[in-house]
């Protein structure tokens, strides 16, 4: 069974430009969040999707944003990029949400403003 | 809302020996999960191990278990007969149960755990 595999691993944008980054969950899972790692403000969760429906935002700015789609890939969308949204960026897939389910993260995509 | 605190920046330990990693956090509610993970070099997040804040038995996976102290709000991992691969960054976090569909995990600042050969 395949795991979570994100979407470019690698990416470099410059300031201002806008990026979207890509997740394929566990085939079988409806939801899927995202999270922001940098060494400075650790592990920061950024949106959780089921169904198609953001259900929950974390504490960032509108420029953040994401979508599912019916297949529950989702796609993350940053725009009018900054040098501080350099980071690596998490997704995680579960079954379905809440409880204490499992929830399943892929390597990241590691994305650096320049 | 809701904080996870891991005060041991860096820990090393002797192969073959037992470590503990420490973890408290603030929360008003008396519902929730908590969950130990392991961030590898590869990046990918591993759960280790996890626990239900009702449940008053402390959780056990092999060589990993934990110290559930719901009054003190401490959720302390220790590893028995460390091996090299457990070097890694362990997260400890929380994760509501107030709203029964949320799949938001709360995070610690890490603690990245050693292992001496």
């Known amino acids: 069974k395949a795991g979570v595999t994100q979407t470019p691993r690698y990416l470099i944008k410059t300031r201002g430009q806008q990026v979207t980054l890509s997740c394929s969950p566990i085939?079988?899972?409806?939801?899927v969040s995202w999270y922001q790692q940098t060494p400075g403000q650790g592990l920061q969760f950024l949106f959780e999707?089921?169904?198609?429906?953001?259900?929950n935002k974390g504490n960032f700015p509108g420029r953040f944003s994401g979508r599912q789609f019916s297949n529950s890939r989702s796609e993350m969308n940053v725009s009018t990029l900054e040098l501080g949204d350099s980071a690596l960026y998490l997704c995680?897939?579960?079954?379905?949400?809440?409880?204490?389910?499992?929830?399943?993260f892929g390597q990241g995509t590691r994305l650096t403003v320049v | 809302a809701q904080t996870v605190t891991q005060s041991q920046p860096e820990m090393s330990v002797q192969e073959a020996e037992t470590v503990t990693l420490s973890c408290t956090y603030d929360?008003?509610?008396?519902?929730?999960?908590l969950f130990w993970y392991k961030q590898p070099p590869s990046r990918q997040m591993i759960l280790v191990i996890r626990?239900?804040?009702?449940?008053?038995q402390n959780a056990t996976e092999n060589r990993f278990s934990v110290n559930f102290q719901k009054a003190a709000k401490s959720f302390s991992l220790k590893i028995s007969d460390s091996q090299l691969g457990d070097a890694a960054m362990y997260f400890c976090?929380?994760?509501?149960?107030?709203?029964?569909?949320?799949?938001?995990?709360?995070f610690g600042q890490g603690t990245r755990l050693t292992i001496n050969p």
């Open positions: 976090a929380y994760r509501s149960a107030k709203d029964g569909r949320a799949q938001k995990l709360v």
């Open positions: 929360t008003s509610e008396s519902d929730y999960y």
């Open positions: 995680a897939s579960s079954y379905y949400p809440g409880g204490n389910t499992e929830a399943f």
């Open positions: 626990q239900e804040a009702y449940k008053q």
């Open positions: 999707y089921f169904s198609e429906t953001q259900r």
């Open positions: 085939s079988g899972h409806r939801s």
